[in-house]
């Protein structure tokens, strides 16, 4: 049974109030995705410039695309727990704890290609599943959990590599890995038309995951309530979310993208060693952030943070063909990200006025409208 | 003597003039009221007088010459505390701390902790409570911590007190206190400025009003004991106000209560409570703040234990772990007195707010949920409840409280429950909104949902419930049937609580 709401009490809920409109809607400009984007194609054309070299189809564009698609993936992997407003620290290490076991597989039980990759991916879901456990269970903060299991992982990874291999890392590769290292859309052929080939078929794992990322949150209950989870726990628990297992699923999946970027890794590469995964901490935040997401938790973009990664990545790559040293160039990155994201804080400031009117604010989310109660 | 006047103040928002030649004198020893209706200005005139917002016209008097703030602090510094709605203490801190806060004192650069607490126990004393300065602010009730803000706001020597919404969660006992400060403060020759929804309130500790109607002012300074509580309530809305007529309603005490609690215990110290509601039935649960009312509530949801008694719905023994439980196998909700914090996403539209107990009934195979089937459930419920929005897509944050608590009922409703547990509908919400309010929890109730309405708010219960039962100290203290007439059991209930000649609590 319902409880429909009678005509009486419709009535008396209808206030001659004006209608509460929200601040208009931020102009596109001051869209932070679009002003990315801009930012994005506007590198690339400066450093083609300076260095035409920069259009090379197989020595930059494929290496760089590929190396986009897989900071894509450790992006997505951060964005998963962000989206509860937890962070991963571990992204890395589950990345290398997953290829460990798929190095096992392939080493010990001589798996093929895929059924490798499935056997880390179930791995990664399983060890961010625990992460995720662990939190929901004893309440500690994300930040400390993961913390921990990286220092656990990054102690017990290595031990287990020496054990079982000669000079820490798998030699026995699947057929295929080689292949798909080096393949581009053009060996993809449907008749007569093949695709580019500056894409790297690599870069495909990473629409999937795109995909698939993008459709849980945008069309599935299990996106929503993870939004909502991460918006306040509180009002989740109190709306009927189980918030607990909400959680460990955020974690989980995390788990899962970032053994898959593990993979990514560890083709593009060549090798199944210890060391996979070392340098996804930071870039696994820089993406979504970038690109939107809101660290606090409640909202996410998957394009966002395609484009953030692309962002840094063309940056890395363009300084690095203009021969700026490695030191020199986390310096030049330090200073471009900084401005990217200081003058989309600004643009936000200056939209947030060019509607409203009202005085500067000081946090992202609209204003609450003049004249309510507090 | 007039200590200070805000005076045809006009303040522009794009789109609107949120005031329009607002004019507002405070006399030194006496208590104005600003009156009005969510919307009308007041806040907004708050904001202007406090420097937080700059005004686009008119001029701001303290002692007849003309000041102009840029930032709360300089207002504060002038000499013009003011206690806005929602709490503002720090809770990592000590009451000494946060009613210190604007100038610790410090010896060679260091926080001076024996002078804190002098300092502290100053304006305690001189707001006669008894709190130790010591105290961490968490450890307040909220009434104590309410009057822990006016001793903040009164530590800067402020002479113009401007008080928002003081009693908005506080109890009649607790506002009592709160009165007794107030009046001190006016005999020690201070203006206030006191903001409120409730008349009776108002009746009772004003001189003098201002009342505000889009943004205008359509009475300026009148004399309170001129004026009629429905005189007052005239110029608020603009039009003639009819009291609240709600149609006749009986409860079938023959049916089995759908909701029954026998001899339940819980972790937080509720023993042998007894209580039943039947289906169409208003079962009023009242009891001051901390008598364990809503941990009640919240113990019956699954969040707290039950260590004893046993719970039945529809006759059965029932044992309920969460919300979930409770809104699945159940089909018991609960609108929570917290609005901001537990009852709405504010980050998050409208759409989704109200949606979001029932995606699990509208999933598909992957846990795919149509957009149309929630769209058309939300638009529904957004026109029944008259939830005033330009879009489904509007984020909850940008909401008025009522509109909010309209979002908060709404989710509930779409979730189709048959016991809804309704915890202070009403705090912060104005007159007009307020008799809406009580329309629909009626008319709920005459539709067969039962309902366990948790009030403090004394007016509102008598309104509506059909029994009162009230609650002290974790325990039920006894159960009156309701004759809705005011006088008669607002008596019986006050002598409920104080039985047996203890005080409270």
């Known amino acids: ?374 | 003597m007039t200590l200070f006047q805000a005076s045809e103040i006009v303040k522009v928002f794009p789109g609107v003039r949120a005031l329009d030649g607002v004019t507002l004198s405070l006399e030194a020893g006496s208590v104005h009221a600003l009156l009005g209706e969510n919307g009308a200005g007041k806040s907004t005139l708050i904001k202007v007088i406090t420097g937080l917002y700059r005004p686009d016209g008119g001029r701001l008097l303290l002692d007849g010459q003309e000041v102009s703030f840029g930032s709360p602090h300089e207002s504060a510094s002038a000499g013009i505390g003011v206690v806005h709605q929602e709490r503002n203490l720090i809770p990592g801190f000590t009451v000494g701390e946060n009613i210190l806060l604007q100038k610790l004192p410090t010896s060679r650069g260091l926080i001076d902790r024996s002078a804190i607490r002098s300092e502290a126990s100053r304006w305690l004393a001189e707001l006669e409570l008894d709190i130790d300065p010591d105290q961490p602010v968490t450890e307040l009730s909220v009434a104590q911590a309410q009057l822990v803000e006016i001793a903040k706001a009164l530590s800067i020597e402020s002479r113009v007190l401007l008080l928002d919404e003081p009693t908005a969660s506080i109890t009649p006992n607790e506002a009592a206190l709160l009165f007794r400060v107030v009046q001190k403060l006016k005999d020690d020759g201070r203006a206030v400025l006191f903001v409120s929804h409730k008349l009776e309130e108002v009746f009772q500790i004003c001189d003098t009003v201002t009342v505000l109607r889009d943004g205008a002012s359509v009475l300026s300074g009148g004399a309170l004991s001129d004026l009629t509580r429905d005189q007052v309530v005239d110029l608020m809305v603009g039009r003639v106000h009819e009291a609240l007529n709600l149609p006749e309603r009986t409860v079938d005490t023959s049916v089995a209560p759908i909701l029954e609690l026998r001899g339940v215990g819980t972790a937080t110290g509720h023993a042998e409570v007894d209580l039943t509601v039947r289906p169409g039935e208003i079962v009023g649960l009242y009891g001051l703040v901390g008598a364990g009312r809503s941990e009640l509530a919240k113990a019956l949801l699954g969040l707290d234990r039950i260590t004893a008694g046993e719970v039945l719905v529809r006759g059965k023994a029932v044992k309920i772990r969460t919300v979930r439980d409770a809104l699945r196998n159940h089909k018991i909700g609960y609108v929570t007195e917290n609005r901001k914090e537990e009852g709405v996403f504010l980050e998050q539209s409208v759409a989704r707010n109200i949606a979001v107990t029932i995606w699990d009934r509208l999933r598909k195979p992957l846990g795919y949920v149509p957009a149309k089937a929630e769209t058309a459930i939300v638009t529904s419920y957004v026109e029944q409840l008259g939830i005033r929005i330009a879009s489904p897509s509007q984020l909850v944050g940008t909401l008025s409280g009522g509109n909010q608590q309209k979002v908060s009922l709404a989710k509930w409703l779409a979730a189709q429950t048959e016991i809804l547990i309704i915890d202070e509908p009403t705090v912060g919400i104005d007159v007009r909104t307020k008799d809406a309010f009580h329309t629909l929890i009626w008319d709920l109730a005459a539709n067969g949902l039962a309902i366990l309405l948790i009030t403090s708010d004394l007016p509102e219960m008598i309104t509506l419930a059909d029994r009162v039962v009230v609650m002290r100290d974790h325990r039920i203290q006894g159960e009156l049937p309701n004759d809705h007439n005011y006088d008669h059991m607002s008596q019986q209930v006050i002598r409920l609580i104080h039985a047996e000649g203890t005080t409270a609590a």
């Open chain 1, 1 to 374: 049974m319902s409880a429909p709401v009678s005509e009486t009490a419709t009535q008396a809920l209808q206030e001659d109030a004006p209608v509460e409109k929200p601040p208009r809607g931020t102009p596109w400009w001051a869209n932070q995705r679009i002003g990315l984007l801009l930012l994005v194609v506007l590198l690339g054309a400066l450093f083609g410039v300076l260095r035409p070299a920069f259009f090379n189809q197989q020595l930059v564009i494929f290496p760089l695309l590929r190396d986009i698609a897989m900071f894509t993936v450790v992006g997505l992997a951060q964005l998963c727990v962000l989206s509860i407003g937890h962070m991963n620290l571990a992204v890395g290490r589950m990345a290398a704890f997953s290829m460990m076991i798929t190095g096992i597989s392939y080493d010990l039980f001589h798996l093929t290609l895929y059924s490798g990759l499935l056997v880390g991916l179930v791995a990664g879901t399983a060890i961010g599943a625990l992460a995720g456990w662990v939190i929901a269970r004893t309440g500690v903060n994300s930040f400390v959990v993961t913390l921990a299991l990286d220092f656990l992982l990054l102690g017990m990874i290595p031990l287990v590599y020496t054990s079982l291999t000669d000079n820490a890392a798998f030699v026995v590769k699947p057929p295929g890995m080689r292949e798909l290292r080096n393949y581009s859309l053009a060996d993809v052929c449907v008749g007569n038309v093949c695709g580019s080939p500056a894409v790297p078929q690599l870069a495909l794992f990473a629409v999937v995951a795109m995909v698939v990322v993008g459709w849980i949150y945008s069309r599935t209950r299990l996106g929503r309530e993870l939004l909502m989870t991460g918006s306040s726990v509180r009002a989740a628990e109190l709306s009927g979310i189980p918030t607990a297992r909400r959680v460990i699923t955020a974690h989980a999946m995390s788990g899962c993208l970032a053994a898959l970027a593990g993979f990514m890794l560890a083709v593009s590469t060549g090798s199944i060693k210890a060391t996979i995964g070392e340098e996804f901490m930071l870039p696994s935040f820089l993406g979504p952030i970038l690109g939107g997401t809101l660290l606090a938790g409640g909202f996410v973009s998957i394009w966002g943070t395609l484009i953030g990664t692309a962002l840094t990545s063309v940056i890395r790559k363009g300084l690095d063909l203009l021969g700026v040293g490695l030191e020199s160039l986390n310096i030049y990155l330090g200073l471009i990200l900084l401005v990217a994201l200081s003058t989309d804080r600004v643009r936000t400031l200056l939209s947030d006025r060019s509607v409203l009117g009202g005085p500067p604010l000081t946090s992202p989310p609209p204003p609450k409208r003049e004249g309510e109660p507090r």
